[in-house]
């Protein structure tokens, strides 16, 4: 069973131009991370929200995790090169000392330069 | 560099072989995860194990086992192997802050064939 839903799937767009992609889910998570993963590689850590309503920042992209920890958007401002790459949320559901992670189902981006 | 070391990066083998994938965790980190990346199933967790002991089982078959040493490095074995078994295999390390928040690091990955 998927439990976190990403959108889009895929997105390409023009250096430059802003995006938003999406994760969302019936399940509260107590938190949420964000991963960049390029061909061949492991996902890198970009971000981790923990509660409600959060906001971060990081450069150019902004992430922030829904009122009800259910949900999480990460925004793009000015796209570049760069940014190219499969985004993936994550959500944990811990009890303490037993957590595990679900990850969405992917987004994955392509800036044109 | 995550601090998460894989060997080997790449691994050929025929149907019905076992392999073994070697992980060293991040220095501290207690806890490790195995995933297994497929192109269509996206990153699918396997199992994790804490300090020497299994904490948490995903979508693991039978014929996959793993275990976590004394020194916290974690081997995954992969027996009898099928064709479906190719995949990139990544090992995540984690630790944990005071607010509960886990954040897994991951390796640069396995590339198993199977052929």
């Known amino acids: 069973t998927q439990l976190l839903e990403q959108s889009p799937q895929f997105l390409s767009i023009q250096e430059g131009e802003n995006l938003t992609v999406y994760c969302n889910s019936s399940?509260?998570?107590?938190?949420l991370q964000w991963y960049r993963q390029e061909p061949g590689e492991g996902p890198v850590l970009l971000v981790t929200?923990?509660?409600?309503?959060e906001v971060k920042k990081l450069k150019r992209l902004t992430f922030q995790f829904g009122d009800a920890r259910k949900d999480s958007s990460l925004h793009i401002t000015a796209a570049q090169p760069g940014d190219t790459g499969l985004y993936l949320c994550?959500?944990?559901?811990?009890?303490?000392?037993?957590?595990?992670?679900?990850f969405g189902t992917g987004t994955r981006l392509t800036i044109i330069p | 560099d995550s601090g998460v070391t894989q060997t080997p990066k790449h691994l050929i083998t025929a149907t019905g072989q076992r392999v073994t994938l070697r992980c060293s965790p991040r220095?501290?980190?207690?806890?490790v995860y195995w995933y297994q990346q497929s192109l269509d199933q996206g990153l699918q967790f396997l199992i994790q194990?804490?300090?020497?002991?299994?904490?948490a089982k995903g979508n693991i078959l039978e014929r996959f086992s793993a275990q976590q040493f004394p020194d916290l490095h974690s081997e995954l074995n992969l027996s009898s192997l099928e064709l479906g078994d190719s995949a990139l295999y990544f090992c995540?390390?984690?630790?944990?802050?005071?607010?509960?928040?886990?954040?897994?690091?991951f390796g640069p990955g396995t590339r198993l064939t199977v052929t």
């Open positions: 994550a959500g944990a559901r811990s009890n303490f000392g037993n957590e595990k992670l679900t």
């Open positions: 995540a390390s984690s630790t944990s802050g005071t607010s509960g928040v886990y954040e897994q690091y």
């Open positions: 399940s509260v998570f107590s938190s």
């Open positions: 929200v923990v509660t409600g309503g």
């Open positions: 194990y804490y300090n020497g002991e299994e904490r």
């Open positions: 220095s501290g980190d207690l806890s």
